[in-house]
């Protein structure tokens, strides 16, 4: 969790971002030196920051599939690698004060000296970076009074992205929510009670080297320190567990599934909430799952096949409508494809790729996908729209716009569904709203809203 920002808000910032760094051993320093372990790290972040590189996935599964790293270099190169990319405009910035060419390898350099203790001379920089709190706060003191454009490069996100959410969050947590954007996120799992209880798949991770905490927010969660492998884990296998963020299992406890009802999931994706969907299923309910992408639906399929969910279908959109009637769904779901800036922290090479053209056209595109799903909720049934967007443009201007148009739907309140006590720290304007800075999970809306009965 992040404490508020006193008055010296920069100063706050500038304290928060700068990583407390580690101990330098072997490892780190053999990543430091020109060599094999070098050259690939700094091949990888070179992929990273091309524009028209890898994806964060395509990213995730480069680093799995290099053969010459070993398991115990594996996590060393992930977190120069994430760091850097977290880290970027601050990195860049110091390398600016300190007459140091911007580079893949400088900042490599650079993010082992930060965040491993190494000495600037031990990897080749000049001794002015020997403290680099003082360079950035001389910068600080030099710079005309921007606030939004040194909030921008000290958090490392965009300025266009830091100029929206300033005109829709207060002063202090402006501030704080940049910061939480650039800090790295915690491993939260949604444990499959139809297969084991929470206990239960505490202790058998527990037992295979795995440490564990409760949930913060969601009945069904687990939070894991570290960075372990969970997918080689017997549990995993088993289908005991899914890997999603507690905002995201929120969200799906929102759609409150009915008896005997059919649940439409629009753009499933990989089935993350289809999931949590079928494991709190009542009696003759059944779930279809579908999106335009069948290499997703694959994936969510598979998925399905390993938890042991049995009332759930999947259609791919791009080979023809649903197989359904208007008015048909008890429930639909729509995680509706958007600028992903509630999930930043997991995704940093996207954070350097989006821009704000790209925005205009996902808010077109939710406005249609609400449209469209609408047609299939019964009279009286539930719609439940939601982003991984922090971004009211994208959210509540989605709703309303809906809403202005479809006058007899009607917006339900989180807390009719979680309860007053667990919605309470969510509950904003009528809209389900997680972040970050202020409940530790990804930034995620949504509203639930009720089609009228004929």
């Keep these: 969790m992040f404490s508020k920002p006193e008055s010296d808000g920069m100063d706050w910032v500038l304290k928060k971002v700068l990583p407390v760094p580690e101990e330098p051993d072997r490892r780190s ?19 990273a920051l091309d524009p028209n590189g890898v994806s964060d996935k395509g990213l995730s599964r480069q680093i799995r599939a290099e053969r010459r790293l070993g398991s115990k270099d594996r996590p060393l190169v992930t977190s120069v690698l994430y760091g850097v990319l977290r880290r970027k405009s601050l990195l860049e910035q110091l390398l600016i004060e300190t007459a140091e060419e911007i580079s893949p390898l400088n900042l490599w350099k650079l993010e082992l000296m930060l965040s491993y203790g190494l000495a600037p001379t031990e990897v080749g920089f000049s001794e002015t970076l020997q403290n680099p709190m003082s360079v950035l706060q001389a910068w600080m003191d030099k710079k005309e009074n921007d606030s939004l454009e040194t909030l921008a490069i000290l958090s490392s ?12 969050e207060s002063e202090e947590d402006l501030a704080s929510l940049c910061v939480s954007l650039s800090e790295p996120a915690e491993t939260t799992l949604r444990v499959n009670t139809s297969k084991c209880s929470v206990e239960m798949l505490s202790r058998e991770l527990q037992e295979e080297g795995v440490s564990i905490q409760s949930g913060r927010h969601s009945l069904e969660a687990l939070r894991v320190e570290g960075r372990p492998n969970l997918m080689g884990s017997r549990a995993f296998r088993e289908g005991l567990f899914e890997i999603q963020d507690e905002a995201s299992q929120l969200v799906a406890e929102l759609v409150e599934p009915v008896r005997g009802g059919l649940h439409l999931d629009y753009c499933a994706g990989a089935g993350g909430k ?17 999106d335009t992408r069948s290499g997703a639906l694959q994936k ?8 042991g969910a049995k009332r759930i279908a999947f259609h ?9 009637l208007d008015k048909s769904a008890a429930r639909v779901l729509v995680d509706a494809p958007c600028s992903g800036t509630g999930t930043l922290r997991r995704q940093p090479v996207r954070k350097w790729r989006m821009t704000s053209d790209e925005l205009r056209g996902s808010v ?14 019964l009279p009286g049934g539930r719609l439940v729209y939601a982003t991984c967007s922090l971004l009211r443009m994208e959210n509540e201007e989605v709703v309303d716009s809906f809403l202005e148009e479809n006058p007899t739907w009607r917006l339900v309140l989180p807390r009719e569904i979680l309860g007053r006590s667990r919605s309470r720290p969510f509950e904003r304007g009528g809209f389900f709203r997680s972040y970050p800075h202020l409940h530790s999970t990804d930034g995620f809306t949504a509203a639930i809203l009720v089609a009228p009965r004929d």
């Design 274 to 290: 289809s999931l949590a969907l079928a494991d709190r299923l009542p009696r003759r309910g059944r779930i279809l799952a579908s």
């Design 157 to 168: 996100l965009p300025l266009w992205l830091v100029r929206l959410l300033e005109r829709q």
């Design 364 to 377: 077109e595109s939710q406005e249609r996908i609400l449209r469209d799903a609408a047609r299939w909720v």
């Design 29 to 47: 320093r053999a990543a430091s030196r020109p060599g094999v372990f070098r050259d690939m790290g700094v091949g990888l972040l070179g992929q």
């Design 300 to 307: 969510a399929a598979r998925r399905a096949e390993r938890a």
């Design 316 to 324: 791919c959109l791009a080979d023809g409508p649903l197989p359904i």
